[in-house]
């Protein structure tokens, strides 16, 4: 009973702050079934009526997480909600009319007013909560409310007055579940006092039973009911077989049923509906449009995510890797459930039919000859194979097997920003099986892993935190034990008056793969204080970091260059040893710099852009034609002016830097070739391209020359520095031409 009473009290919070239409009101309605006539008990008074009592309130509470070490001064006190003998006393009014819609006078109705009472916890700590502890102040929080109403009844010309206090915003409810107080074409308006001739127009609600079928009479499963009608806007409702009665508004209604994974499977039924007659039985018959039905025969356990897309037969032969073209080219069906997919009447043709794994790999492969007509296609799945998979066994301190937990994989090279591998499979027994990358289908030609890589694993579970394993790309299977975790603080020196920005703070422990870590915002600095993306705050001198796996880590210092797969340029790192205890660790903050540059010439709509690495930024134009980029480290950056050159500039620099462009003489292979073709080439990220069958690049008109003569060729021999080295790579593919000419993947840039 008490925690049906906390449960009713957090719902009655929610709706109250949140009642800003009818529609919700309405949908509110849907979610309890049938709404029978208010109960009441022996002195009269409705059961929904009554106060709530303090042991609904102040049950026993489940003790809250305090962190130890050195977070645990910091903890933050949870004030508690005001009570009743904090409120104001009313000292002003809220007066006014109601009148029915039909134009009669809505006398004798029970009226109540609900003040906003003030949440005296920040979101931001409220955030730091477990369940039980947001129920509790959820609902004492509506408790407050309550107590803070006030209520009156109309006179019999239906006015009404309600004392409240000046100093508060009220919401006026009808205390009838079968009535609705309208303003204009709102519902619960919030008003301040005093306020007076308040027009309140009143909706009688009528109870609907509805049923939902197919046209074959089978039943329906849960769907989307939405409504629409006079004098009110659209509402919506869930239905189900369990929640089929619903409070509607007299007058005309139509109801609508769709499918929330279907919204071409609909049906409608237009009624009218009349306070002074039972409430109707209504049917809405689902029509489903024809089209094609694909159905999965899957094992289990298997994949989260199975996606099916249909590839029209003269796009599947022109492509060498169909899953990289169906976003652009590709017919996706709409989900009709976990095994079921739906294609609305597709046009007549051969197609090929995908079944994929999140537009990550293929699970199957069909030819399909589309007729116009309903068709419906049953494709039974093969269960997963191991040696497809890095099998990873998860254990608790304890060495028992761990069950419920998500893993991933990522490739662990420090030059390459990689994606995760984290479509996995949990065999049970705490096993999981997360899937190998296939090098063709992979979106990007840093995707392919070298032999010499090795694989980051990191596993997280809700009770064992975070665990991170490092292994050899040619492992098939390993073992990871969950520990302890930590919290660390970290300490920032030398920190200037003025607010450093896009510096980040990140803990990287030990076997994760680096790059990936420093990009993320689980160990990386994001204060409370300010919502904003991580590395966007200015930086603070002090940051703490909790749940860190215990172990060997290293703490990094680093800013963000603009844009760029990259985590950044490092400016300070530490090895450090976390302990369940907690760490305290300094880094010091390097001095930054401003860079000023003068342009050649006035820049126009051009924009100046500053690189360093893989990162680049767009630099800030001045009032005076110069521009700027401020804070950074030292070291050498390139400047480039799109079609005018570029510049190389070290830093720090004595003074504001004059753009003196010189053209490209060289193409380098970037990290992002989408279609892998470079590299089935013999190309390698970081390749630079000085010359094209002996002519060498010099110039950029001379470039861009090159590279379309280039394109018509059936093959083109490459001088290529990688590693310091002089090396020669014949390209032979027919394939190649198209993004070669089109410049993807490639970037013109100076060597000397």
Request: charged share 20%; aromatic share 6%; with cysteine.
């Amino acid at each position: 009973m008490v925690r049906n009473w906390t449960l009713a009290l957090c719902g009655l919070a929610v709706g109250l702050l949140a009642g800003i239409g009818l529609g919700w009101w309405l949908a509110s309605q849907g979610q309890t079934g049938q709404t029978p006539a208010p109960a009441t008990v022996a002195d009269g008074t409705r059961v929904d009526d009554r106060t709530p009592t303090a042991s609904s309130v102040n049950r026993p509470k489940v003790k809250a997480e305090v962190p130890e070490g050195p977070a645990a001064a910091s903890a933050p006190v949870q004030s508690p909600p005001p009570g009743k003998a904090d409120l104001p006393a009313p000292d002003s009014e809220l007066s006014g009319s109601v009148v029915f819609d039909d134009g009669k006078v809505a006398a004798g109705l029970r009226l109540r007013a609900l003040p906003d009472v003030p949440d005296p916890e920040p979101l931001h700590v409220q955030d730091t909560w477990d369940v039980e502890r947001r129920m509790d102040h959820a609902a004492a929080m509506a408790k407050a409310r309550f107590d803070a109403a006030t209520e009156t009844t109309t006179d019999d010309a239906g006015n009404f007055v309600l004392a409240v206090h000046s100093a508060s915003r009220y919401q006026i409810r009808c205390l009838d579940p079968r009535i609705v107080l309208v303003a204009g074409s709102n519902v619960h308006v919030t008003y301040n006092a005093p306020t007076r001739n308040i027009a309140f127009k009143a909706l009688r609600l009528v109870e609907v039973s509805v049923d939902v079928k197919y046209e074959d009479d089978t039943a329906a499963a849960q769907l989307t009911l939405t409504w629409s009608g006079t004098p009110l806007f659209l509402g919506s409702m869930v239905w189900s077989a369990k929640r089929s009665k619903f409070l509607l508004p007299a007058g005309k209604v139509a109801l609508t049923a769709r499918l929330p994974y279907d919204p071409g499977t609909e049906g409608t039924s237009a009624f009218t509906l009349d306070t002074a007659d039972p409430g109707p039985a209504v049917v809405v018959v689902l029509k489903r449009p024809v089209g094609l039905t694909i159905t999965f025969i899957q094992p289990n356990p298997y994949y989260q995510d199975v996606g099916c897309a249909l590839l029209a037969e003269e796009h599947a032969k022109s492509v060498s890797s169909p899953l990289l073209v169906i976003s652009r080219l590709g017919r996706t069906g709409q989900r009709m459930g976990s095994h079921e997919y739906f294609f609305k009447a597709p046009e007549k043709g051969n197609y090929l039919v995908l079944v994929h794994v999140n537009s990550a790999f293929i699970l199957h492969r069909a030819n399909l000859a589309v007729t116009g007509d309903a068709q419906n296609l049953t494709i039974e799945l093969q269960a997963p194979k191991r040696d497809e998979h890095m099998v990873v066994r998860l254990f608790s301190p304890e060495g028992k097997p761990v069950e419920g937990a998500s893993v991933m994989m990522a490739l662990d090279r420090p030059d390459v920003h990689l994606g995760d591998f984290s479509l996995f499979a949990p065999m049970g027994a705490g096993e999981y099986w997360i899937r190998r990358p296939e090098p063709e289908l992979l979106l990007h030609e840093a995707f392919v892993p070298a032999e010499e890589s090795t694989l980051s694993i990191r596993a997280t579970h809700r009770q064992w935190g975070t665990v991170f394993k490092r292994v050899a790309f040619s492992e098939k299977e390993t073992d990871i034990r969950f520990g302890g975790v930590g919290d660390v603080t970290v300490r920032i020196s030398n920190l200037p008056a003025d607010p450093v920005v896009n510096v980040v703070v990140s803990v990287v422990p030990e076997g994760a793969a680096t790059v990936r870590e420093m990009g993320l915002s689980h160990f990386q600095e994001r204060p409370a204080s300010a919502p904003t993306a991580p590395g966007r705050s200015p930086l603070q001198a002090v940051t703490q970091f909790r749940g860190v796996p215990t172990g060997p880590a290293t703490l990094y210092l680093y800013k963000r260059i603009g844009v760029g797969p990259s985590g950044g340029v490092v400016l300070a790192s530490k090895a450090i040893q976390i302990t369940t205890s907690g760490v305290e660790e300094t880094l010091e903050l390097p001095s930054l710099h401003d860079l000023v540059v003068i342009p050649d010439a006035p820049l126009g709509r051009l924009d100046m852009t500053l690189s360093r690495g893989d990162g680049w930024t767009t630099m800030i134009k001045l009032e005076d034609g110069t521009c700027v980029a401020r804070q950074l480290p030292e070291g050498d950056y390139l400047i480039s002016v799109g079609g005018r050159g570029m510049m190389a500039v070290r830093l720090p620099a004595s003074g504001p830097v004059k753009f003196e462009p010189k053209p490209a003489h060289a193409l380098r292979v970037s990290r992002y070739d989408a279609l892998g073709i470079y590299y089935r080439a013999g190309l390698r990220v970081g390749d630079v391209i000085t010359a094209f069958d002996g002519q060498a690049l010099e110039e950029s008109q001379d470039l861009r020359a090159l590279r379309r003569e280039a394109a018509k060729r059936q093959t083109l021999t490459l001088e290529v520095v990688r590693d310091g080295k002089l090396v020669q790579v014949v390209l032979r593919e027919s394939g190649w031409q198209t993004p070669f000419a089109g410049g993807e993947g490639l970037s013109g840039i100076r060597t000397r």
